[in-house]
């Protein structure tokens, strides 16, 4: 068998290029997310796609379903709806207050008006990380 030559009867792989994002592009958010994991001590995680309203309860239902919502900072960004929710969690809101919240939201908002939505979600998890500090 050659490269790019499927196996009769083999499952197709999953497109996980369906979404928004390129392979490097992901990498690089994969990348962004371990790095404020691991300088921080909290959890950050991002989820894109659709929101059901009242947007910002299911913001916050998908941040009750993380491992450890206390410690957990999620940003959920839609892009069909252009809407945005940054959910911290009891400890990490101790270490990222929501005036820094705010900030890096709008550094996000601003990335993406422009078309940037990867690069958006990287230096808005970069600044987060940045404000949150060592743990």
């Given at each position: 068998m050659t490269v790019g030559e499927?196996?009769?009867?083999?499952?197709t792989p999953p497109e996980v290029l369906d979404g928004p994002f390129s392979t490097r592009q992901l990498l690089r958010i994969d990348e962004a997310l371990r790095l404020a994991d691991q300088g921080t001590g909290l959890v950050f995680s991002v989820f894109v796609g659709g929101l059901d309203e009242p947007i910002r309860e299911h913001a916050e239902r998908l941040h009750r379903q993380l491992a450890d919502p206390d410690r957990s900072v999620l940003?959920?960004?839609s892009p069909n709806q252009r809407r945005l929710e940054v959910v911290t969690g009891r400890h990490a809101r101790k270490r990222i207050p929501d005036t820094y919240v705010r900030l890096a939201a709008l550094s996000m908002v601003a990335s993406f008006g422009g078309g940037d939505l990867a690069g958006g979600i990287i230096n808005g998890l970069d600044q987060l990380a940045s404000h949150a500090g060592k743990g």
């Open positions: 499927k196996q009769a009867g083999a499952p940003i959920a960004v």
